[in-house]
């Protein structure tokens, strides 16, 4: 039995999606994080070994660009997957100021190992619900909403500078 109060039929339909969207990714994300924690990584080391795995070495800014985290976190990150062996920092050539993250041996084996059995896990979790044709729609509808969305955080940003 619905308790929720009407809005009107366009914010019932919004609202309505929004949940649904939020639940799911919320469990989505639970289910996947359980199945990193079985490799012995966090979330984020998990994160920083896959976007060396398949982007190769990159800046510590841009890992935390890749993996939607803050400066001060992904140092964190890196000191402890460096103190493990799985990556390595070198100087940046072009900016002193800078590091460039790579996967060691190690952290390449890691990620040729694990990542395949990963997205095993992730695929049974999608294909147990959505055919094929549903997965592609469904991506294909949250890019256009992700687009969509990421347009008008850019401009509510652009207004919020111009009114600095």
């Known amino acids: ?8 039929r366009k ?13 799911a990714a919320n469990t989505m994300s639970i289910l996947t994080i359980r199945d990193i924690a079985t490799y012995g990584l966090t979330e984020s080391q998990f994160g920083v070994i896959e976007a060396l795995g398949h982007l190769g ?20 990150v890196v000191d402890n997957l460096e103190r493990d062996g799985l990556v ?9 100021r800078a590091y460039i993250v790579q996967l060691t041996a190690k952290g390449k ?3 040729d190992d694990i990542f395949v059995m990963h997205a095993k896990f992730v695929t049974g979790l999608v294909f147990s619900a959505l055919s094929d ?5 469904l991506s294909e509808l949250l890019k256009k909403l992700g687009l969509s969305l990421k347009e ?5 940003e652009r207004t919020l500078r111009e009114d600095d």
């Open 1 to 8: 039995m619905k308790t929720t109060k009407k809005y009107g």
């Open 11 to 23: 914010a019932d339909l919004a609202l309505g999606m929004w949940v649904k969207l939020a639940r």
């Open 57 to 76: 070495p990159m800046k510590v800014g841009e890992l935390c660009a890749k993996n939607l985290s803050s400066g001060g976190n992904m140092t964190v």
């Open 88 to 96: 390595e920092r070198l100087r940046c050539e072009d900016d002193r």
């Open 109 to 111: 084996t890691l990620f």
């Open 133 to 137: 044709e549903e997965i592609s729609k």
């Open 152 to 156: 008008k955080l850019k401009n509510t």
